[in-house]
């Protein structure tokens, strides 16, 4: 095939991928099960080439690049809370699924152990693509969505030293002591490898300051990773999720601010990219998989029933292995979340594009390969039809909620104060007596802003009141059009370097990217906001009330006698009295608290409860 004919089916299948799943998106339909489903009906199209997809392209040209924009996005702190859960299922839950598989399939089909165990270790890992794509819409807690990404990054490793053994097994070189030495070298050295190369890197970015260097640098972190690790025989896998891992964990220490930016923005769009095109070209593969099964001389009848029977194995192997494992656990008193956590990570074992990558690695000796590779297909596909359309409905069943963006937003502006307040008194510490005044004003009066802007959004919608930072960003937004109208407008007359206008129009794009922009859609006022537990490191949360007879409800008195408009109201634990914001012009509250010393006050506007101590500056 010419080149320029391979390039054309490459631009029309991200660009087919990409139209699909910014529809899924648009209607909030799955985009893993749109784009294999659209894959298959257009494999059957006459005018649709057939694709063969080299196992190769995948485990070195796709896996590396999707698993670590996974992982630098993976919280290490998360990660290790929940390392036993992780392990419980990446290892011990993979070789069950794998000799579950494995007794199905040499009971119905005649075929050796060694090839039952092979296709075994292909369908047991979940995929991080299909996990985290399905996570990410449902809305899952942020425990359930860290141990299925934790698992999904890790499992892959066991199953492809299982898948190896298998193999080895096959040829009649399979040594039983070896199979543990495998995954030992195997885990431990991609550690190790992913350890070395992160640290290699780290060294690296600490020197430099260019972000597109550091952007090119990041684009070669996974195959930097992967390859030596499986040059020397140990995971891949294992090398680029601990390299991700640890560059993530890392990078607001090694990277300047626009590094991380640009790193960010990258990753997500070919993390974008890779998914939708892998999910589209893993639907273009049924055709070819399905005629090469039919032909294969077995029964039709027995291909159903094998494809049937696998595929419920796979499925229902998950609940089988978490539930005893979750009340030994409850037993032990190790464990005491709610058994609604296991039923939907038990419930979340969608596999993709590793499963299919994996059996196309099986030697072309392989008995009964073109029905081993339905098996696969059928399980991918079975999968994300089968968990990812009722996981959603699985969800709002038991009544679990991910992520509230109240909480979220209170919790955000809490730790913001904690930070301004802290580059405050790094400001006091540096001031100078050469220090203009004017200069000194100007970063406070900024970070002021930035913080009333993440305390404005517990109040009241916008909607319903113009907080100061609202008008700002209104006002500030319509100065940058005109500023941007008159950049462009010389840039027309052709009477500035084309260079300079690049660069006053980066930086009035910049602020632009800086300004806050909430969405009033976004805002959740169905819930009360609160943040239970939080007061156990501060005495003075500790012994206010939660709540009390206000002496004045629903008004500061002090705006009104001074004629000014508060923006929201917070109550004094101590003595009563409502007082206004801190984005209020009066400033009122923190004023009582500065004449008073009374050191907790509670919000009351409508739908929130939470409390807020001024001296040791924590949420309770």
């Not at 409905?393 to 209170?410: C, F, H, I, N, T």
């Not at 052709?494 to 006053?504: K, P, T």
């Not at 156990?536 to 008195?557: F, N, S, T, V």
């Not at 408009?565 to 009563?576: K, S």
Request: aromatic fraction near 6%; proline fraction near 6%.
């Amino acid at each position: 095939m010419r080149p320029v004919h391979v390039a054309i089916e490459l631009v029309v299948l991200v660009a087919s991928a990409t139209a699909l799943a910014a529809l899924a998106r648009r209607f909030g339909v799955s985009e893993p099960l749109v784009l294999t489903l659209a894959g298959v009906g257009a494999s059957y199209l006459p005018y649709v080439p057939e694709i063969q997809l080299d196992p190769e392209i995948v485990l070195l040209g796709l896996l590396p690049p999707l698993l670590y924009t996974a992982a630098i996005r993976t919280s290490l702190v998360d990660f290790r809370a929940n390392v036993r859960g992780i392990a419980l299922l990446s290892v011990g839950l993979v070789l069950f699924s794998t000799f579950a598989v494995a007794a199905v399939v040499w009971w119905m089909l005649p075929v050796p152990f060694a090839v039952a165990v092979a296709l075994g270790a292909v369908v047991a890992p979940p995929d991080a693509v299909a996990a985290t794509a399905i996570a990410r819409r449902v809305g899952m807690p942020r425990r359930i969505v860290t141990i299925l990404e934790g698992e999904s990054l890790c499992n892959d490793a066991t199953a492809l030293v299982t898948l190896r053994t298998a193999i080895a097994a096959m040829a009649g070189t399979y040594e039983l002591w070896r199979a543990g030495l495998d995954f030992l070298v195997a885990a431990g050295g991609g550690a190790l490898v992913g350890v070395v190369v992160a640290v290699a890197l780290a060294t690296l970015r600490r020197r430099i300051t260019d972000p597109v260097l550091d952007t090119t640098l990041s684009f070669l972190a996974p195959f930097v990773a992967y390859l030596p690790a499986e040059e020397i025989g140990a995971s891949g896998v294992i090398a680029v999720v601990t390299c991700g891992i640890i560059l993530g964990h890392g990078a607001p220490k090694w990277q300047s601010a626009a590094s991380r930016i640009a790193e960010r923005t990258n990753w997500r769009t070919i993390q974008f990219i890779l998914e939708s095109s892998v999910f589209l070209i893993i639907g273009l593969q049924v055709r070819a998989i399905v005629d090469g099964a039919w032909r294969s001389g077995l029964g039709h009848d027995t291909l159903a029933l094998t494809a049937v029977a696998v595929l419920a194995t796979v499925v229902l192997i998950r609940p089988v292995w978490i539930f005893p494992w979750t009340f030994v656990f409850r037993v032990l008193g190790r464990e005491d979340t709610p058994l609604t956590e296991p039923a939907v990570v038990s419930w979340a074992g969608m596999r993709g594009v590793v499963t299919l990558a994996a059996v196309l690695l099986l030697p072309d000796t392989t008995p009964q390969l073109p029905v081993l590779e339905l098996l696969a297909l059928v399980v991918v596909a079975g999968t994300l039809l089968l968990q990812g359309t009722s996981l959603p409905w699985l969800v709002r069943l038991l009544k679990l909620r991910g992520p509230s963006r109240a909480e979220d937003a209170l919790l955000e502006a809490s730790l913001l104060q904690q930070a301004v307040s802290a580059g405050l008194a790094e400001l006091d510490i540096r001031i100078t007596p050469d220090t203009p005044e004017a200069v000194v004003q100007s970063l406070r009066d900024r970070v002021t802003w930035q913080t009333n802007a993440a305390w404005e959004r517990l109040g009241r919608p916008e909607s319903e009141q113009a907080t100061p930072t609202a008008e700002y960003r209104r006002l500030r937004l319509a100065m940058l059009r005109a500023e941007r109208e008159i950049v462009l407008r010389v840039r027309d007359s052709g009477g500035v370097d084309y260079e300079i206008l690049q660069s006053v129009l980066a930086r009035l794009d910049l602020e632009e990217s800086m300004i806050d922009r909430f969405d009033e859609t976004e805002d959740d006022r169905a819930e009360t906001l609160a943040t239970p537990g939080s007061a156990e490191g501060c005495g003075h949360l500790r012994a206010a009330p939660l709540l009390r007879e206000p002496d004045a409800p629903d008004r500061c008195d002090e705006c009104i006698a001074e004629g000014l408009t508060w923006v929201h109201l917070r109550m004094c634990l101590t003595c009563g009295q409502i007082a206004c914001c801190d984005s209020s012009p009066g400033n009122h509250a923190t004023g009582h608290f500065r004449a008073t010393g009374h050191p907790v006050m509670r919000s009351v506007e409508p739908g929130e409860a939470w409390r807020w101590c001024y001296v040791d500056e924590l949420l309770g």
